[in-house]
């Protein structure tokens, strides 16, 4: 028995729906075994973390988690039509068995999201109650082992770091007068943290304060975020990387997004995009060493493109010389579709962390984010064959403890 | 006195007259010192090369070489259109007097190639010893402390490894009978050999054969090959990364460049463009682990380019669920511009490889090629990635190699 | 009563399943009445032809033909992919209730075709007795007015006119010796043409010969052809047009497409390729007015594609005081789709040509044609408006002849 | 002699030194004449306005104008970089020669153009009288019969038409109190039109007023404009009457521009963004005849682009049975250099028009302009090829009345 539960903020957004669904289509074999770097694929590649450890199989996650839209999966795939009619009808008894419960909900931090389905509680902590129980019956009727938490709900508005999220004794007290500077997503997280639940944020919203960084030390609790690096920026740390490797000068990069599904009307509001934008901007100049004059991000909602986003980049490079010259880019991809094998990864990896005893934020993941969060400010790496060789080395490294320590004391050990 | 020569095989083709006219600019402070892994530039990048080890600088490398064409390296320049005219004016002094020596020639290798400067000599061994005479006289008049030997000749007809190649006794027997089989690149390669010196062929021409790797051993000279990766290939090689990293799967790339320039008009011809193609095409299965079925590689001769380079690819990925996306890239660029530079690191880093006593193919300049030399067959690595890794361990080794030996002692074994 | 038949040889192909399911789902109000000049459609367009006349219904067009393969036209659709599972499903009944005729078949002219459906016939003559017989009974159990033929069949193999084809007599002889120069499609143009019928080639093979052009003459029947405008060529001949207008000189046109449907296999083969891009090079010195020195087009069957064809254009001007520029189109188009509605606009354009007497090549129809039959060599209009312009001229005097004769007159005359 | 005058607002920008560069390369032979519809080019185009009517020269094109920077042409296009400086320099003794008079200028217009040749007047009359002098003296100077008015300055502060603009009477009364809603160009228009004069508004700054309008009628002085169809306004009023004669369904069309000369650097400033893009939003749905959903277009100052300017459109298109298509335009363009030739065939034109006796908007024009003047509101025509046909109308019909007058009469009522 070593049953993995997956509980998700968000259950019934396209990036959790398409996440379900693929896993139950691989399950059924209908579907190939792509875009995890934790799964056995066709690719035979040297130093491939799959030779160096093993991981929960895809047939022993069982997912749960939270909503306010929508009755189950399968409801909610259907709406999001990021998978077709004809795919999506194959498993639909698989998703219309999961229904997410009653969600924690603050209109202040998601004013263009709809729906009913909110927990029935007067104050955070019996919020937060409410999520524990949650959690404590899917465990107990699923027969899990473990469970870890990911936030992929629709971003939060913009908010800063404030006094309530600077020590754990002010949030607890914020917590205890309902402070509305605590969000949605941190009191998902404390709820996470205090169970010492491996964690994951693959959201901007803000969740990495000083307040749960020390819980999450005090519960020895792991966690990684945040903002899954999925199309434009995924593309956009490897070309600066092949950029940095030629010593080819950014003279300016311009890069547009256009984007139709809820994502993109959240995006339309100037606040949540600005936010984004700037999360976006912030990668190239730590892969190339030097700040690039003209970077610009522009992200548009338009309709037309519905779930599937559009990247166009144009980068203007000089050569030796002194001479210009210009790559265009143009990627026509699936944002849920980019981002659900992540969250696979992130659970697996997370699950080895915490069975392995490491706690606080995940550098090695780094390799899954926009942003990733590190113990020091200043001390991210965007480059993308830099973060994978980060894991890569980490990985090496906790097969060997596992290795040593021999894997039923580990079993023994995990506890979620 | 530390200055290092330079003898090009093609002296006053684009590629050349771009690396002889870069230089002078980057020299008189006319152009930014950009392109080149072995230069310090505005980049603050750990592990940097230039941090651990120091090259010659750009102002001691003295230039000479063999050309068909063309009375000087400004003429050639200026015909070929690279850099503008306002941009030439400027060094026109220091270009004029940089004129090629009679080349070695041979019209079935060279069809579409016209000239004139060709060596007056009956046999190969006459051509061999004029192209020796030819470096010795260029070192003595230059100062030069060492000396080493690049291959930019136009690209020759496609040959295969045959008899005569296959042991050094049967190469100079065939050298001894004028073997049509020795091409004119192999009669350069081998005169360089035979004094010890390093060499790079940054064309797709043929010299990486048995025969001339025992003799490479011999001497102790190190050299690498071939086929410099400047455009498309350089693209490809980190795309193709990118989607390894995230296990995307290639259902299929469509690859076509269009060019203008000489080259191009040799690439017309069936023959050099199939070989051509099958270069390119190698690249990818190697990077992603697998068979990629739908691979195209097309090359076009189209004259409005000019010695301008367009590529444009189209990709198309699987995703997670077996969801299909899609890639485009449009690279407009300069093939002389973005080889010219690489010209300087090969030289610079053959020369520290020949100051260390490494000699054989160089495996860890991989970075610089198409079609990486090694000494098994099946072990070239096309990761643009893992070829920066592999340089950059090889850096360091030879670095405190150095250190330790003293830099005195390794003066005074340089004998190119 | 009124209704018009449509008798489409290939009526199993990916174009004519894609042309009976939109007409089928468009009677139902399941899909948008779009991409036909002849329907009238949501825009406010002066001097639009709709208003000029009447056409014959939707509701009224009813299709019967010939092919080798697939039971039935949802069989077929389901096959080609065009339309995807969920929306065929809404129209399965009407599909698969057209059912093709046994077809004629020549292995010749059709080598990567497979089926059995052939028709049982000893001779040539057999066949058009039997493709006769098949027109009749549709007519007369399907209660027609009148039929049009539409060739829709796979590009047969290259053919050049010879002396069978350059008189009726000569051509009724080859027919009684089963020559091998009168091809499948031919025979097919001939029975149609025996009864007087308006006829339609849509696609690259050869019937406009002198023998079938005096045939056409003696039984008064209006013809249009060759090969479909549809994706690339139609995008050229209105870019063509801008430039022409703006004289901006073209210096350079690279056309690249890549398609992946059974049309792309037919294409790899090297006689077929170059019988289709020497179709398509022609059209753009007719309409700048001079000879485009650099003008490229290149096919690829590229398996990844499917049904949807991608065009990449790279187009190279040269503006005042001789400064170039460049326009990059990238069409992702569906071929399919952009031929079925014309298939409508031409059924109906013909059907209105034979009502008002018109027979022999149909010039004004030339809007729909990538090689537009006319009665003179060297007399085709290729640019899309100037198109555009001749067939609303042509239906503003067709519809004041049709007024003046009065409707029921003209009902009367109709004989196909 | 009959030398027609061209006198610019703006002669030291970037459109008017690429002007008259390219008129004085044109007439040393060193440069192709290309891109304008008013010179008989190597194009056989039947129905060309060449074959129908002679134009005034180029030979006898002379110029003048005002500029508040730069000292002459010459320093100008230097500046601007439009023409490559070897090409510049083949011309720079006549360009050097031709130098602006003092400008009339107003800060609140212009805020962010630099310079200090402003002419010195105290009231707004004063300028007018400035300028009437300028140009009688250049007239003199330089024997010229005819003068025509183009303005080419940078785009003014956005500005809508008020009570003074509503009558001569009320327009003459806020002369005379230098009201500031009188912006520079309209006291330009309104010393060109009280002397009769043609003119030409090639910028997006409003000047077709009322008030102007009952001077020009009272005067008999032809004007046309405004805003020059340049790029990609050119392409979309292209592409979309291809989409309109194929009756494909424009679901969305998507387009930015970048540029980063000192037009983008004034489009920068939100106020004035919002004006042109509104202008350039505006062509789409006459054209089509419905009103499209989904259409964005964004400008963006992005300055490693320079004077050259590209537009990126995305196209989303539905076709037949609803099948969804894309196309991408990439537009790499010299803005100046599609706008000068267009300020020739204005030039031209409305010399025609003025000594054919046309006075008010000349409709006829609207070829050249984003927003062309009609003389009633939603009139407006912008269809490329209908466009076209409207010039070519016209032009037939002004060269038989200039053949039944004879020529000798309408020289002698040229009166500029």
């Known amino acids: 028995m070593s049953k993995v539960g997956v509980v998700v ?13 693929g896993v139950a289509l691989m399950v059924k074999g209908l579907a190939p075994r792509i875009g995890m770097v934790t799964e056995k694929g066709e690719a035979r590649i040297s130093e491939s973390i799959t030779t160096l450890l093993s991981f929960a199989p895809l047939e022993d996650l069982v997912f749960g988690g939270w909503d306010v839209r929508f009755d189950n999966v399968y409801q909610g795939a259907v709406h999001h039509k990021v998978l077709p009619p004809h795919v999506l009808s194959q498993v ?26 909110a927990v029935k509680a007067k104050t955070f902590r019996d919020e937060i109650a409410a999520i524990t129980r949650d959690i404590e019956t899917f465990k107990e009727k699923s027969g899990l082992d473990r469970v870890v938490m990911v936030n992929l709900a629709s971003t939060e508005a913009y908010l800063e770091a404030g006094p309530v999220h600077a020590t754990l004794e002010a949030f607890e007290a914020g917590l205890d007068r309902d402070d509305p500077a605590i969000s949605p997503s941190m009191r998902y997280f404390y709820a996470a943290l205090k169970k010492g639940m491996a964690y994951a944020n693959f959201t901007p919203s803000l969740t990495h304060v000083p307040a749960l960084a020390e819980l999450a030390a005090k519960t020895q609790a792991p966690y990684a ?64 060493g030097y700040p690039v004059e003209n970077h610009q991000v522009h992200i548009h909602y338009y309709k037309p493109r519905g779930d599937a986003k559009e ?54 993941l780094s390799l899954f984010f926009k942003s990733p969060h590190t113990i020091e400010d200043g001390d991210a790496v965007h480059d993308l064959f830099k973060q994978e060789q980060m894991l890569l080395q980490w990985v090496k490294q906790r097969a060997a403890k596992l290795a040593s320590n021999g894997t039923r004391t580990i079993e023994a050990e995990a506890t979620a």
Chains 1, 2, 3, 4 share one sequence.
């Not at 698989?94 to 389905?117: H, I, K, Q, T």
């Not at 490797?245 to 995006?267: F, K, P, Q």
């Not at 880019?329 to 069975?355: G, H, T």
């Open 311 to 364: 990247a166009w980049d144009n980068i203007d490079i000089v050569g030796f010389a002194g001479v210009p010259m210009q790559i265009k880019v143009n990627f026509l991809c699936q944002d849920s579709v980019l981002a659900a094998p992540l969250v696979i990864d992130l659970v697996r990896l997370l699950d080895v962390a915490k069975r392995t005893g490491d706690f606080g934020p995940q550098r090695q």
């Open 225 to 288: 975020g945040m903002d899954g690096k999925t199309g434009q920026t995924l593309l956009k740390t490897a070309l600066a990387a092949m950029m940095r490797v030629r010593r080819l000068h950014i003279e300016g990069w311009y890069s547009t997004n256009v984007l139709g599904n809820s994502d993109g009307a959240v995006l339309a509001s100037p606040e949540s995009n600005k936010t984004k934008v700037l999360s976006k901007a912030a990668v190239l100049d730590s892969i190339v």
């Open 9 to 21: 903020v968000g259950l019934h957004g396209a990036v959790a729906t398409t996440l379900v669904a």
């Open 92 to 117: 639909e008894g698989e998703l219309s068995a999961v229904r997410a419960w009653p969600a924690v909900f603050g209109r202040r931090y998601a004013e263009n999201v709809v729906g009913d389905n």
